[in-house]
């Protein structure tokens, strides 16, 4: 097993990134991340990152970037007007130019890469075929890192959650919706916990042009999911509509998060970085998200 590195560069540090720089802080590794907001930047730096605002990673110095050994690629998609677009074709090109040290780096990709599988099991050997725009343009977003000429990995996220980021708010307040497909629809989830935990795995294990499926052990529909969940929290049990109750109701992002159907396999992440997770289950962790 390697070190970790001595320098990490997140790029976009949000949810995750922060998650994951207080971890590399702990464990002895210097911190810089870039946002585009200074009062984001302002609260970095107060857990001690270096935090840099910066519209784009592009026009991050050679001076900054000199002593990086590794980097995160956490940034969203972007927006142009009712389009969103992976932005990376915009500044990585230019960026790699400078990273001269470079042993580690990840892209920050998500299952929505796969499309729909029918509610059959997809691993990282599955053809991808997106069905949505969110989904073609992290394909992309992927490709651009594989072809970067940077040591790079791409993880693909299930859908994300933790303290500060979960779904009790919403349950609690009552009258949430959830759709009731027919054949039931498959998704898949992953404590930040275990992200974290994962990708400080893989800096000590690195290997160049991995794709590593990030989902818990025990996918579940949605449906089952929130009502279990609110049974848990003494919650009011959802609002379950048919598909064309959803179709009048939800919103179009909504249905568009869940209109997939496939159940995420995690026999790569076993193998290779966590032989067991923090969290195998969304019922191992309700009473982290309470309080």
């Known amino acids: 097993m390697m070190s970790l590195p001595k ?25 810089t991340a870039t946002t585009r907001s200074r009062e984001r930047a302002t609260e970095l730096q107060g857990i001690g990152i270096t935090a840099i605002s910066v519209d784009s990673p592009a026009n991050l110095s050679t001076t900054v970037l000199a002593g990086v050994d590794a980097v995160l690629d956490s940034i ?21 130019e400078k990273l001269q040290h470079i042993q580690w780096a990840a892209y920050l990709s998500t299952t929505g890469v796969y499309g729909d599988a029918n509610g059959g099991w997809v691993d990282e050997t599955h053809v991808c075929q997106p ?29 994300i959650y933790g303290p500060e ?35 400080m795995a893989a ?8 794709i590593v499926n990030l989902a818990d052990d025990e996918p579940l529909p949605h449906v089952e999911y929130v009502t ?6 003494g919650a009011p049990s959802p609002v379950i509509l048919s598909p064309e109750e959803g179709a009048r109701e939800l919103s179009p992002m909504a249905l568009e998060f869940f209109r997939d159907n496939k159940r995420v396999s995690n026999r790569c992440l076993h193998r290779e970085l966590l032989p067991e997770l923090h969290y195998p289950s969304f019922r191992d962790a309700v009473e982290t998200l309470i309080g």
Not at 7 to 31: D, P, T
Not at 134 to 151: C, F, N, V
């Open 7 to 31: 320098h990490l560069l997140i790029l976009g540090c949000g949810y995750v990134g922060e998650k994951l720089a207080r971890a590399c802080l702990n464990g002895g590794v210097q911190v």
């Open 76 to 96: 969203p998609l972007c927006r142009d007007g009712q389009h969103m677009f992976a932005p990376q074709h915009q500044w990585l090109p230019a960026l790699a």
């Open 131 to 159: 069905t949505s725009a969110r989904g073609r343009e992290r394909l992309i977003a992927e490709s651009l890192w594989q072809e970067s000429g940077l040591p790079a990995e791409i993880f693909r996220l299930a859908g």
């Open 165 to 199: 980021r979960n779904m009790l708010g919403r349950l609690k307040a009552g009258g949430y919706q959830a759709v009731s497909w027919q054949p039931p629809h498959w998704s898949s989830r992953i404590h930040v916990d275990d992200i974290v935990a994962a990708l």
């Open 203 to 210: 800096m000590q294990r690195q290997r160049a042009g991995r």
């Open 228 to 233: 279990e969940l609110a049974g848990m929290i």
